[in-house]
């Protein structure tokens, strides 16, 4: 794969107790930078800003009112993409900053322009795209208007616009499972997926952890609009993201959507 989108669940950035986990971080900012010099088209996708937010603000738990989560995400976001520079700047690269909407895909004018942004710094040979939905301007009641609804199928959306070859997923879990492994010891790890079937859709069911907010559902979501677009998606545990290089060197890792 020669352009790779990769996203990474809040799950894998916060810890439990809002705190941005630095070395999952660095290793990311290691990975992005050595396929970027070895000449791959890479772009971030990145959740964890409520969850960043409610570290730097001392938050025990994710406010209620969506203007206040509007609030504490556009803090977070400062905090993580800070994070992500330093990180970067390690391997002389550094991060771009695109917080997008859906209007991206609605609106042909929002459209043209983030392609050509995409275009200009994808061109670049320093620099990293990272994503985030812009949460200030999203508003969650009017969800099917405005949101895309969730990081999961933003990167989806994303890996459509770029054409890139391959959507890694990280998050905090091996792969999709017939059944949620935290309530079900026997759950299996399905390997490969070519289609979404109804039992498939059932085995997601329910939501996540404490911050990250789709859980499975959002990511067959994101899977299914993958497969629609003749794309593949990878779902792998970013808990040592130097499982990118496996996931590119073609090992059997996560669950395969193909
Ligand atoms: P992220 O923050 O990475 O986006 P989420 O917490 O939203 O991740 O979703 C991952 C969680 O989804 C897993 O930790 C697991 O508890 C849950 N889950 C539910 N059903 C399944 C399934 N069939 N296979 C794997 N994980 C599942």
Do not use: W
């Not at 609009?225 to 090992?251: C, T, W, Y």
């Amino acid at each position: 794969a020669d352009r790779i989108v990769i996203k990474v669940g809040t799950s894998t950035l916060i810890h439990q107790n809002s705190k941005v986990r630095l070395s999952v971080i660095d290793k990311l900012a290691h990975v992005l930078s050595t396929l970027k010099k070895d000449g791959k088209d890479v772009v971030l996708v990145s959740s964890g800003a409520i969850g960043a937010g409610m570290g730097v603000l001392h938050l025990g738990k994710r406010p209620v009112k969506i203007s206040q989560q509007q609030a504490v995400s556009s803090i977070g976001q400062a905090e993580l993409i800070q994070i992500y520079n330093e990180a970067l700047h390690k391997y002389n690269m550094c991060a771009a900053q695109m917080l997008i909407t859906k209007d991206v895909i609605d609106y042909p004018e929002s459209h043209t322009n983030v392609m050509n942004s995409f275009q200009e710094l994808l061109a670049m040979d320093n620099t990293i795209p990272i994503v985030n939905e812009n949460d200030a301007v999203t508003v969650s009641e009017m969800d099917h208007l405005t949101k895309f609804g969730d990081n999961d199928q933003l990167s989806a959306i994303v890996t459509n616009l770029i054409d890139a070859d391959l959507l890694i997923m990280l998050s905090d879990i091996d792969g999709f499972y017939n059944a949620n492994p935290l309530k079900n010891p026997n759950a299996r790890l399905i390997s490969q997926i070519d289609h979404i079937t109804p039992n498939i859709i059932t085995a997601a069911g329910g939501h996540g952890t404490k911050f990250g907010t789709g859980g499975m559902t959002t990511k067959l979501k994101a899977a299914e609009r993958i497969l629609k677009h003749h794309q593949q998606m990878v779902l792998a545990n970013g808990k040592d993201p130097e499982i990118i290089f496996n996931i590119l060197s073609g090992d059997p890792i996560g669950t395969l959507f193909t």
